[in-house]
C-alpha cells in the first residue's frame, strides 16, 4: 500500500496555499517557517510532485498544486467531520463553530445575540467569518466554514438552508427630500429617482434593485458604498435616497443621523437564513443555533 499524506501535511499545504509566504503560513499553523517547509517538501516527495515553486520574492502554487489544495481542503473537512459526528453524540453546541455571515447582518444581529449564546452555550467556541455572500458559499463548500448566515433570493445550490426571519426595507432620506413626509412610499415614487447602494458583491444590491415587482427602482451608478454606515452619511448629507433594511435600522444604525425613514410597505423583504453543507453530521446543531439566533433577532430591544 503506498503510503499517504498526513493531515498535518494537508494543513501546510493549505495554509501556504492560501497565504503564499511561508512565514505567513507557519505562523497561521503555528509552527517554525523551517518545520513548514520540510513538511511541504515531504508532501511534494511522497506524491512526486513539485507543488509550489520558490523564489526569494514570492511562492507560486503549481497547476497540479492548486488541484492537490482543493481535494486537501474536502479531505480535511471531512476529518472533521469524524470529530464532528462523536462531538454530537454529546453536549450540544460545543466545540468550535466556524460561522461565516454576510456584513449586511453580522454586525447587527451578532452583537445583541453573543451574550445569549455564551451564556446558553459555554462550550461553544464560536468563530466569525465576515464576507459577501458568494465567498462564505465558496468557503462552506470546501470545508473552511461550518456554517453561514447568507440572505436570499440568492442561490446556494444544495446547501441545508434554515430560516431565521425575513428583514423588511424603509426608505431613507435627507429631511428635506421630497419623499420625507410621506407616511409611506410605493414603487412608483421611485420612478425618476435613483437610489444609491451597496458595490455589486453585496446581495443587498440586488435584494435593493428588486424590493419591488414593477422594477421601478434605478441604480445611481456615480456611486457606490461599501458599508450601509457609508449610506447613512450620503443621505444625510442630501446627496440621494437608499433603502435600508430593517434589522440595521433596529440596531441603531440612523442614531444620531439627521433623516428621514419612510415605510415601504409594498417592498419585498429579504429572507435570512443559516445554510451548512448537508452532509454535516452537526446539522442539529446549526439547527439549535439557528433556534437560538431566531430568538434573539425577534427580541424587542
Sequence with gaps: MSALPSLRHLRYLIALGEELHFG?????CNVSQSALSKG???LEAL???????????QVIITATGREIIARARRTLAEAEALVDL???SGEALSGD???GVIPTVGPYLLPRAMPHLRQAFPALRLYLREDLTEALIERLTDGRLDAAIVALPFDIGDLACEPLFEDSYLLACARGHPLANRDHVESHDFAGRPMMLLERGHCLQRHALS????GDIGEDRSFAATSLVTLVAMVEEGLGITLLPQLAIDAGITQGHDIALVPAPGAVARKVVMIWRRSSPRAPEFLTLAAALRQQAARPD
Design 24 to 28: 505567513r503560513a507557519a505562523e497561521r
Design 40 to 42: 511541504v517538501q515531504e
Design 47 to 57: 506524491l512526486g510532485v513539485a507543488l509550489a515553486e520558490r523564489t526569494k520574492r
Design 86 to 88: 462523536a462531538r454530537a
Design 97 to 99: 463553530l466556524r460561522l
Design 211 to 214: 424590493a419591488f415587482d414593477e
